[in-house]
Structures are given as C-alpha cells and as structure tokens.
C-alpha cells in the first residue's frame, strides 16, 4: 500500500477534486467528489469546527461512544472511472473492513488524524505527476489545473487503444466525456 496524503481540495469546471499525493514518490492520486463531502474535507483542512456536527462527524462521534477507533482508510480498487475504499476500524478485539466511498474514507481519516493508503494498482492506473511550481514560502501553491488531468486522461485513452485494452478505453472515454459535458 501507497501511503498519501490530502495535499489539496479545488473545484473545477467538472466538480470538486482532492489530490493525494503519495508519500513515496512523486505522484498525486486526484479523485473527483461531490459537494457534501468536499465540504467535510474543507473544514477539517482549515480547522473550522462547524457548530452542529456533519455526517462525518456524527460517525466519529458513535465510534468513539462506542470505543471503536479508526486505524486507517484504504483506496484498494477502480472500475469504470469510479475509486472504492474501506475503512479499517479497530473494535473490541476484532478489525473490521467497512465498504466506504474514498471521499467519506478521507473526511473521516482527516477526523481522527488516520493514515490514508492507495492501493498500488489503484495509483499505477489513476495518478499523475503533477508539474511542481515553485513559490515563496508563505504563498500557497496554485491549485493543478484540471486541464492537466484530462490531457492525461486522452493520453492514457490513446495508450489503451494502441494496446488494444478496449474496456479500459471505452471507460476512458466515457471519464472525459462526462468531465467535458459538466462545462
């Protein structure tokens, strides 16, 4: 497993898209979110507490009223353009793997300051190397433009076509159609 981490959350044209960065090399895994969950990442990024509990935080709190702890979340798997995860929680005695949307797996982990991992398999099809910019030291780095991602995208599309991977092209396909028809 890839460790990473939430480098950075930016809306495009085609929705919201977090970017983790792998600790062991210089690829960034971005995952398209919806709102709700963009939202959750957000305020945990900046340390706002929001003054009712989220969804996310309302499942931190029944874990901890029931002494159960969060040890890690995983991106294991994707298919046909869509990220799967699970969430490795420790209870009891036991470890349980529960079925999570990453997103969901990320607003939580970011909760309990968990460690988030990506599957090997999972970074080898999805990640990118995003060009690295260089600032001052107190200026924010600029958000990757998602223009980078869906040239990649063409270029993994034409890859799997020469190589005659026709499902992972027709997947590829229907990825940068739905990110150009959100315009």
């Given at each position: 497993?890839?460790?990473?981490?939430?480098?950075?959350l930016?809306?495009?044209?085609v929705g919201?898209?977090?970017f983790?960065?792998?600790?062991?090399?210089?690829?960034?895994?971005p995952?398209?979110?919806?709102?709700?969950?963009?939202?959750?990442?957000?305020l945990?990024?900046?340390?706002?507490?929001?003054p009712?509990?989220?969804t996310?935080?309302?499942?931190?709190?029944?874990?901890?009223?029931?002494?159960?702890?969060?040890?890690?979340v995983?991106?294991?798997?994707?298919?046909?353009?869509?990220?799967?995860?699970?969430?490795?929680v420790?209870?009891?005695?036991?470890?349980?793997?529960?079925?999570?949307?990453?997103?969901?797996?990320?607003?939580l982990?970011?909760?309990?300051?968990?460690?988030?991992?990506?599957?090997?398999?999972?970074?080898?099809?999805?990640?990118?190397?995003l060009?690295?910019?260089?600032?001052?030291?107190?200026?924010?780095?600029?958000?990757?433009?998602?223009?980078?991602?869906l040239?990649?995208?063409?270029t993994?599309?034409?890859?799997?076509?020469?190589?005659?991977?026709?499902?992972?092209?027709?997947?590829?396909?229907?990825e940068?159609?739905?990110?150009t028809q959100?315009?």
């Open positions: 497993m890839i460790p990473v981490k939430v480098t950075n930016s809306i495009s044209n919201f898209v977090v983790l960065k792998s600790n062991d090399d210089e690829r960034t895994l995952i398209f979110i919806g709102a709700q969950e963009a939202q959750a990442i957000a945990m990024l900046n340390g706002v507490k929001p009712r509990p989220l996310h935080d309302l499942m931190k709190n029944m874990l901890d009223i029931l002494e159960a702890r969060l040890e890690r995983v991106i294991n798997d994707l298919q046909d353009g869509t990220f799967y995860g699970t969430l490795i420790a209870f009891e005695s036991n470890t349980l793997t529960v079925d999570s949307r990453p997103s969901d797996g990320i607003a982990a970011l909760r309990y300051n968990a460690p988030v991992f990506v599957a090997p398999n999972v970074m080898d099809e999805a990640g990118v190397v060009e690295e910019q260089t600032h001052g030291e107190d200026e924010p780095p600029e958000e990757p433009p998602v223009e980078d991602y040239t990649e995208l063409k993994r599309l034409e890859k799997a076509i020469q190589e005659e991977r026709y499902e992972e092209a027709a997947r590829l396909r229907d940068i159609r739905d990110a959100s315009n």
